[in-house]
């Protein structure tokens, strides 16, 4: 067991979550699930938590009820490789969802998501201001993040980012496997 294990708290849905989020992710599998008791306070027999892995990181979804809903406040950030793994990620979580700005969505739980480029945080931190400024007017214009057009006004700024395949979906790379990114 890992020390640290983030509890999600869902209304009646921790099990549908588990079984959606390690469908989605390579090396994920659903665990122990416990059930209510005569005790309550859930209905005898529901499921009161599952425990359920997604890439070797331990995750509890606990059925609590209504009480208390998910935030922006706190989201999953899922830095991709190439735009083809972006794409999977993005439009498998954001199946019964809702698109923010800027690479984040809403899952179908509620449940916040950054999908972003790896080569993101480079482009934002370059020592010319101005690259960074294009790159960041560049992003607040998008919903769904692209790679290449971010690239596009980082190179139009001034400079020419490493290329680490941030829009290529190169063949026989260790992320073009699905969950890979």
């Given at each position: 067991m890992q020390r640290i294990m983030p509890c999600l708290w869902f209304n009646?849905?921790?099990?549908?979550?588990?079984?959606?989020?390690?469908?989605?992710?390579?090396?994920?599998?659903?665990?122990?699930?416990?059930r209510y008791g005569d005790a309550g306070p859930g209905a005898p027999g529901t499921v009161m938590?599952?425990?359920?892995?997604?890439?070797?990181?331990e995750f509890m979804g606990l059925n609590g009820g209504p009480q208390f809903q998910?935030?922006?406040?706190?989201?999953?950030?899922?830095?991709?490789?190439?735009?083809?793994?972006?794409?999977?990620y993005w439009d498998r979580l954001l199946e019964g969802g809702a698109a923010q700005q800027c690479g984040w969505l809403t899952d179908r739980f509620g449940v916040s998501w950054q999908i972003v480029p790896s080569i993101l945080p480079k482009l934002l931190k370059d020592?010319?201001?101005?690259?960074?400024?294009?790159?960041m007017a560049a992003m607040l214009k998008m919903v769904k993040l692209d790679a290449k057009a971010l690239k596009k006004a980082y190179k139009v700024a001034g400079g020419d980012p490493?290329?680490?395949?941030?829009?290529?979906?190169?063949?026989?790379?260790?992320?073009?496997?699905?969950?890979k990114g």
């Open positions: 009646g849905r921790a099990e549908e979550a588990a079984e959606f989020y390690t469908s989605i992710f390579k090396d994920s599998k659903v665990g122990k699930i416990a938590t599952v425990i359920f892995e997604v890439e070797g990181q998910f935030s922006p406040a706190i989201s999953f950030m899922i830095h991709c490789k190439t735009q083809k793994r972006l794409d999977y020592k010319d201001p101005d690259r960074s400024r294009a790159v490493a290329d680490d395949g941030g829009s290529k979906g190169a063949k026989g790379s260790k992320d073009s496997k699905a969950g």
